[in-house]
């Protein structure tokens, strides 16, 4: 890219099952007050602050239309510039970053806020399927998950076993992170005994409810010099949709994740993402997801997920570590989970993540996902250069 983005601030909440505490405004404040303070920046005209505001709800989710109006007051949104992203919050950061490329705007701010413990998950996400034929069967997102794991399982050879070590890290991982919500040492036997919700996933196959919200400060290259002595740039960012109807794909494989991850990497010049990425960001909301979404990236070949889990290079003393944090299964909300994920990879990049922080780090990779079974995909490479 001629013009160079950056992250220059990031900030999230600590994420909880149930914050009925407070509102949404202040749920997404939490967050948004953070960036601020560490900036000094302000929702300001006269070119020293906040141009433009990104927002990244669900209107279903949130209970009402244009969800976005309920963080006006603390997002900068009156009489300025703000957009709303209804997709996972890799999308939200993806679209302030063209804002900046496209000219329009200087600093931008990103906020993505979500309360899944004010709804019922299920007749949400049944709202995403085809109205006619497939909600009348109760399709959700987790029975849709569970057809794609099987036919996974089946294609490929992948086993119970295998999907329960990806559960077995990320939780261990997100000991070491204090904005998890669930960090838990748990053992291969401990998942498989968990509840079946839908073979072949169980309950601790899947991610939890969760309440949160993150934010971030987006900056074209001139402005983020000044604003942080540690940038994080985007050097890479790939988007992808795959077709509506689940009949109408292979779900043991995600074509579009690979040609998400193709047009970042084009971007970034990055040739061999094995050996190039220093730590990967997944959004994998039940287990099998991190083991097929390894697969659309590039790090191991196709059905290869399995064996690369059972090698220990995704590890935190591996190779390619995946998901530090704890990822989605330790408990990110939908929309903020991508977000996230660039939040973490920023603060690995800055050498900030505290105890779960990694050596050595100048390349890192952020995944996000919309839709049932991975409809819809997005890939962004960060670097400290």
Same mark, same amino acid.
């Given at each position: 890219?001629?013009?160079?983005?950056?992250?220059?601030?990031?900030?999230?909440?600590?994420?909880?099952?149930?914050?009925?505490?407070?509102?949404?405004?202040?749920?997404?404040?939490?967050?948004?007050?953070?960036?601020?303070?560490?900036?000094?920046?302000?929702?300001?005209?006269?070119?020293?602050?906040?141009?433009?505001?990104?927002?990244?709800?669900?209107?279903?989710?949130?209970?009402?239309?244009?969800?976005?109006?309920?963080?006006?007051?603390?997002?900068?949104?009156?009489?300025?510039?703000?957009?709303?992203?209804?997709?996972?919050?890799?999308?939200?950061?993806?679209?302030?970053?063209?804002?900046?490329?496209?000219?329009?705007?200087?600093?931008?701010?990103?906020?993505?806020?979500?309360?899944?413990?004010?709804?019922?998950?299920?007749?949400?996400?049944?709202?995403?399927?085809?109205?006619?034929?497939?909600?009348?069967?109760?399709?959700?997102?987790?029975?849709?998950?569970?057809?794609?794991?099987?036919?996974?399982?089946?294609?490929?050879?992948?086993?119970?076993?295998?999907?329960?070590?990806?559960?077995?890290?990320?939780?261990?991982?997100?000991?070491?992170?204090?904005?998890?919500?669930?960090?838990?040492?748990?053992?291969?036997?401990?998942?498989?005994?968990?509840?079946?919700?839908?073979?072949?996933?169980?309950? *601790?196959? @899947? #991610?939890?409810?969760? %309440?949160? !919200?993150?934010?971030?400060?987006?900056? /074209? =290259?001139?402005?983020?010099?000044?604003?942080?002595?540690?940038?994080?740039?985007?050097?890479?960012?790939?988007?992808?949709?795959?077709?509506?109807?689940?009949?109408?794909?292979?779900?043991?494989?995600?074509?579009?994740?690979? *040609?998400? @991850? #193709?047009?970042?990497? %084009?971007? !970034?010049?990055?040739?061999?993402?094995? /050996? =190039?990425?220093?730590?990967?960001?997944?959004?994998?909301?039940?287990?099998?997801?991190?083991?097929?979404?390894?697969?659309?990236?590039?790090?191991?070949?196709?059905?290869?997920?399995?064996?690369?889990?059972?090698?220990?290079?995704?590890?935190?003393?591996?190779?390619?570590?995946?998901?530090?944090?704890?990822?989605?299964?330790?408990?990110?909300?939908?929309?903020?989970?991508?977000?996230?994920?660039?939040?973490?990879?920023?603060?690995?990049?800055?050498?900030?993540?505290?105890?779960?922080?990694?050596?050595?780090?100048?390349?890192?990779?952020?995944?996000?996902?919309?839709?049932?079974?991975?409809?819809?995909?997005?890939?962004?490479?960060?670097?400290?250069?």
């Amino acid at each position: 890219m001629a013009e160079r983005v950056a992250v220059v601030s990031v900030a999230q909440t600590k994420y909880h099952q149930n914050r009925g505490d407070v509102r949404e405004a202040e749920l997404a404040y939490e967050a948004i007050e953070q960036v601020l303070q560490e900036t000094g920046l302000k929702f300001v005209e006269d070119g020293t602050g906040i141009d433009a505001t990104v927002s990244c709800s669900h209107d279903h989710w949130d209970g009402q239309t244009i969800s976005d109006i309920k963080i006006g007051d603390v997002a900068g949104a009156h009489l300025r510039p703000e957009e709303k992203v209804a997709e996972d919050g890799t999308h939200a950061v993806y679209y302030a970053m063209l804002q900046i490329l496209s000219g329009h705007h200087d600093v931008v701010l990103v906020v993505s806020h979500m309360k899944e413990s004010q709804t019922v998950r299920s007749m949400i996400e049944n709202a995403a399927f085809d109205p006619v034929y497939q909600r009348l069967i109760g399709l959700d997102f987790l029975t849709a998950a569970a057809l794609q794991a099987r036919r996974y399982m089946y294609k490929y050879g992948i086993t119970e076993e295998q999907c329960a070590k990806v559960v077995v890290k990320n939780r261990k991982n997100a000991q070491n992170n204090p904005y998890a919500q669930a960090p838990m040492g748990l053992t291969v036997e401990d998942v498989l005994r968990s509840p079946m919700l839908s073979s072949p996933i169980r309950q *601790l196959d @899947a #991610k939890p409810v969760s %309440d949160g !919200a993150c934010a971030m400060i987006l900056a /074209k =290259e001139e402005k983020a010099k000044r604003l942080s002595d540690k940038p994080a740039w985007i050097k890479g960012a790939g988007s992808c949709y795959d077709a509506f109807y689940l009949g109408d794909r292979d779900l043991a494989d995600c074509q579009s994740l690979m *040609l998400a @991850a #193709k047009q970042a990497y %084009d971007m !970034a010049g990055i040739g061999d993402p094995r /050996k =190039e990425i220093d730590l990967a960001e997944v959004s994998e909301y039940y287990s099998y997801q991190e083991l097929l979404w390894m697969e659309g990236l590039g790090f191991c070949d196709r059905g290869e997920g399995g064996k690369l889990i059972d090698s220990g290079v995704t590890q935190m003393g591996g190779r390619l570590p995946l998901n530090p944090s704890g990822g989605l299964l330790s408990g990110r909300p939908f929309a903020v989970g991508g977000m996230a994920a660039v939040a973490e990879a920023v603060l690995q990049l800055r050498g900030e993540a505290g105890a779960r922080q990694l050596p050595d780090v100048s390349t890192a990779l952020a995944h996000g996902v919309t839709g049932p079974c991975g409809q819809l995909q997005c890939v962004l490479v960060l670097g400290k250069d």
